[in-house]
């Protein structure tokens, strides 16, 4: 418990009573410890060794064991102010009114780094990615140890104040910001380790962007891991939700490449999960961290990075110009995405599409690009309009940066700024039934009503012969999507995007009664109310064993935003 004196603060108002006796940072009890009678923070002491005086501070009760007890009220309108020496650990008068003060309390008795409302570091610390959903945290802890998110998570549970982790806060809907206002926001910006060791085993802290994490391990012996390719995404939400790139068919998805992972919970505990140690918790991680409790650090098998790979994009101007050209494209693509003569674990593709008309198909080929060119284009290309064609063999860095659509990888690890007003949704095909000429047909005409919206489309190969991401299945990790041939993103800038951007899923949806969509968890679509997500994400059976997990390690729902497990 921390003292007076080793806080270093200074009391500048007090009110009721004697200075000498009575907490002045809502710690209570010990040899050396305080009493709470009279105290701003509350009369009560709690088992915890603070002072309080609701029911969620002192729950477990008064104890006399810890300081005085008493019922002896205190004015109201007493006011303490207590003002740190650290940069990053104070209480001001002017603390966030929605700030429940008995976690501001615990976290200043822990010594747990944090900043409020009225810092002026809070506005760029909980500046989303997403500026469309604004949420203002309660409080923002910035852990420099383990230890310091194992406090803030029982601050928070015994103040009643729901938890999420940031890693890189690019989540579509701002989860990692709460999803509500007043929650906490643990920001892992501190945890930036990227080592690899002898067995290409690669230990990563859970703040670590995309960028910095590649650059790592190749810095670390050429290494490599299976990622998407925008640098700034954080690996906290990125890995544990799916995390697909042009790699993900041969290598797997990200979350594939977790082989343990160092798990704070809801009581403050830090274990480690892996396949033999709290397996279940290991499972359901790989799916549902955000629920479960927060990764401090990710163990990723890494593997060597191949020394090149081929990388290709065609441009096409005269698909999007015809509904017959536009349909007939995507069977054929769809055709050659099935066929094993063609198609197999070397080969990624995707397209992107966009309301300036712009139809582009590109992909990776592990493989030359002499077997690229013998092997899949003429295949690939056959019947379609006539293209412009960028194929080129790359070192693997040289890949990573030309797919980031930036000149490095290299990210800040602290004042990240780049940020996007957006609403997307997905849309996972299962290889089943793939897209049909009827869904195809309706995603067009729907396309042509999107008058000034600016949107774009991206459909990712997942599926067909070969995909490593589909050889795996519920029994592996918390991650339902182990069936799609494709996964769409359907993305519109601003609000005033969001009725067109529902259209296209609807369009899509209602032209193919007969598939069973699903969405994707790293897509995350704020517009669903949680029933309709879980049922999305994840499916009956792996959403009830979650909701298993959940109520035997987090039953009071620490971890929580509007989707989460239980919510
Ligand atoms: C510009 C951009 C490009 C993208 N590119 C791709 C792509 O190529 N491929 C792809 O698959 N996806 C892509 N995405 C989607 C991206 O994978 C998800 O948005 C991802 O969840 C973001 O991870 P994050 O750590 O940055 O997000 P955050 O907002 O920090 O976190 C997202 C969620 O995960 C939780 N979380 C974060 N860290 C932890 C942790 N350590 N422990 C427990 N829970 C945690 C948060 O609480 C929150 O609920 C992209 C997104 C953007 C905005």
């Known amino acids: 418990m921390r003292t007076f004196s080793s806080l270093g603060v200074a009391l500048l108002s007090l ?47 008064c104890q006399s064991g810890f300081g005085t007890c008493t019922s002896t009220s205190v004015s109201s309108s ?50 989303p990615y997403n500026l469309r959903l604004p949420y203002k945290p309660a409080v923002v802890v910035i852990p420099t140890t383990n230890q310091h998110i194992q406090d803030a998570v029982v601050c928070a549970s015994q103040a009643g104040i729901k938890v999420q982790a940031k890693s890189g806060g690019h989540s579509y809907a701002s989860f990692s910001s709460g999803g509500k206002d007043g929650s906490m926001m643990i920001d892992l910006q501190s945890l930036q380790t990227v080592s690899v060791d002898a067995a290409g085993v690669a ?23 299976s990622h998407g390719t925008c640098p700034g995404v954080g690996i906290g939400g990125h890995f544990t939700h799916g995390g697909y790139g042009h790699t993900s068919r041969n290598y797997g998805l990200a979350m594939d490449q977790i082989v343990a992972a160092d798990v704070v919970l809801a009581n403050g505990t830090l274990i480690k999960a892996s396949s033999t140690q709290s397996p279940d918790i290991f499972w359901a991680i790989r799916g549902a961290a955000e629920s479960i409790g ?38 054929h693509l769809q055709d050659v995405a099935k066929n094993a003569s063609v198609t197999n674990s070397k080969l990624s593709f995707g397209v992107y599409m966009d309301n300036y008309g712009t139809f582009s198909l590109s992909g990776a080929y592990f493989g030359s690009v002499a077997d690229f060119n013998s092997t899949v284009r003429p295949e690939l290309l056959r019947t379609l309009p006539t293209s412009t064609a960028t194929v080129e063999s790359l070192s693997w860095y040289d890949y990573l940066v030309k ?18 007003n957006f609403f997307a949704k997905s849309l996972t095909v299962p290889e089943s039934t793939g897209l049909t000429s009827a869904g195809l047909d309706a995603l067009y005409d729907y396309l042509q ?29 918390a991650y339902s999507d182990r069936n799609s041939l494709w996964v769409l993103q359907n993305y519109g800038a601003t609000a005033a995007s969001i009725p067109f951007v ?59 935003n509007p989707q989460a497990i239980g919510a």
Not at 24 to 46: E, H, K, L, R, Y
Not at 204 to 224: D, F
Not at 300 to 326: E, G, H, V, W
Not at 454 to 461: K, Q, S
């Open 15 to 61: 009110g009721v009573v004697s200075a000498q006796t009575v907490s002045t940072d809502a710690t209570c009890g010990g040899t050396v410890g305080f009493t709470c009678q009279g105290s701003t923070f509350g009369n009560c002491c709690s088992s915890n060794g603070w002072c309080g005086s609701t029911a969620a501070y002192c729950g477990t009760g």
């Open 78 to 127: 007493t006011v303490v102010k207590v003002v740190s020496t650290s940069s990053t650990t104070k209480i001001s008068a002017t603390a966030s009114p929605t700030a429940p003060q008995s976690a501001q309390q615990c976290l200043n008795g822990k010594n747990v780094p944090y900043k409020m409302t009225s810092d002026a570091a809070y506005a760029d610390l909980v500046e």
């Open 203 to 225: 230990t990563v802290g859970g703040g670590v962007r995309l960028g910095n994490l590649a650059n790592g391990i190749w810095n670390a012996g050429k290494r490599a891991l």
């Open 294 to 331: 927060i990764v401090t650090t990710f163990y990723l098998q890494t593997r060597p990075a191949p020394a090149n790979i081929t990388y290709l994009q065609f441009s096409f101007t005269d698909i999007l110009k015809s509904k017959t050209t536009f349909t007939n494209t995507w069977l």
């Open 403 to 420: 797919v980031s659509g930036s000149t490095t990888i290299q990210v800040p690890t602290t004042g990240y700024d780049e940020h996007d």
């Open 449 to 477: 009503t999107s008058g000034s919206i600016d949107y774009y489309v991206i459909i990712n190969l997942y599926g067909g012969p070969g995909s490593a991401i589909n050889s795996k299945d519920t029994a592996f990790a």
């Open 502 to 560: 529902n259209g296209i899923n609807s369009a899509i949806i209602n032209a193919q009664p007969q598939t069973s969509f699903g969405a994707y968890l790293n897509y995350v679509d704020p517009s669903y109310d949680a029933a309709t997500a879980h049922k999305l994400y994840y499916s009956t059976a792996v959403y009830s064993r979650l909701a298993t997990i959940k109520s035997q390690v987090d039953p009071k729902s620490v971890f929580w």
